[in-house]
């Protein structure tokens, strides 16, 4: 108290510094936000299977009937739905995506594999156009592998931060479960 009976404050001053949320480094792109806002479709590895397989083939169809039979496009359409593939299917099924690709690209190319008629004359053709193609096939099969593998080491760290978060909740719930220890006298 001051002589006049009056109180004196005195004002601290803290500063507030801004931390980041824990494990973000930096800030998120904008393209990633908005490739988050996408749907995000969540395949078996069979109905991954059957979206990149039906994707591959009506793509071929919609090729040889417009650009009749252009194996650069085919294949540069091959990537984005191998990503896709890869990025659809459910984490239990990651194994998958790298295993389905190249059976949809084989399937996707019948159709602008050409080739004289009859199934000797087909397959053929196909085979044909799968050793000719195989740098598409590797390049897609590489994209789906290199994304599932990211996405199963990202699914893997998180479940080791969860085990770890519970872990530690457990060891301070069993700390606050102690009686308080009294010294010996």
Known sequence: MSPQGTI???????????????GRSRPVPPIVLALRRLPNPR??????????????????????LILDGSSAVFGALFLPVSALTALWVRPADLVTAPIIVPIA???GVIPISGGPSGFAGQTMALVTALA???GWLY??????????TVRKVRLMRQ???????????AAQTAR???PPRHPQS
Do not use: N, S
């Open 8 to 22: 004196d404050e005195a004002a601290t001053v803290y500063r507030v510094v801004e931390t980041k949320p824990e």
């Open 43 to 64: 395949l078996t590895g069979i109905g991954a299977g059957l979206f990149a397989t039906a994707a591959m083939f009506v793509l071929a169809c919609l090729d040889q």
């Open 105 to 107: 690209f084989a399937i």
């Open 132 to 134: 000719v193609h195989a």
């Open 139 to 148: 390049g897609g099969t590489l994209v789906a592998g290199l994304i599932a």
């Open 159 to 169: 479940r080791q931060r969860q085990r770890q978060r519970r872990t530690l909740l």
């Open 176 to 178: 606050a479960a102690q």
